[in-house]
């Protein structure tokens, strides 16, 4: 059974830093990626990686302040988050799939799996 579990979230100052991390269970993922949802907004798209690492693609938003990352020995994906800001705070959630297109990467319909999501709260 697949399973994705995501950690790290919490409430920080604005310019603060987290680290999310998601460790996934069950099989390997060609992509994994982070999105996340804040109230009242559709999920959107935060960054994605491909196996080894080998591609990433980052929002317009989140550039120069998230950096995605994996292990793929041990099946994880992490987020580190800096410089946070008050339009940050969301859910985030963990995706991953086992198809290889890289093209389609930046919408939620391209993840077959998804793990609960880790709330972060940035404060101003």
């Known amino acids: 059974q697949v399973q994705l579990v995501e950690s790290g979230g919490g409430l920080v100052q604005a310019g603060g830093s987290l680290r999310l991390s998601c460790v996934a269970s069950?099989?390997?993922?060609?992509?994994m990626g982070w999105f996340r949802q804040a109230p009242g907004k559709e999920r959107e798209f935060v960054a994605s990686?491909?196996?080894?690492?080998?591609?990433?693609d980052y929002a317009d938003s989140v550039k120069g302040r998230f950096t995605i990352s994996r292990d793929d020995a041990k099946i994880m994906v992490y987020l580190q988050m800096n410089s946070l800001l008050p339009e940050d705070t969301a859910v985030y959630y963990c995706?991953?799939?086992?198809?290889?297109?890289?093209?389609?990467?930046?919408?939620?319909?391209?993840?077959?799996?998804w793990g609960q999501g880790t709330q972060v709260t940035v404060s101003s």
């Open positions: 995706g991953a799939t086992g198809d290889w297109d890289w093209y389609n990467i930046r919408s939620a319909r391209a993840y077959e799996y």
């Open positions: 069950g099989r390997t993922f060609s992509n």
């Open positions: 990686i491909s196996m080894k690492g080998l591609n990433t």
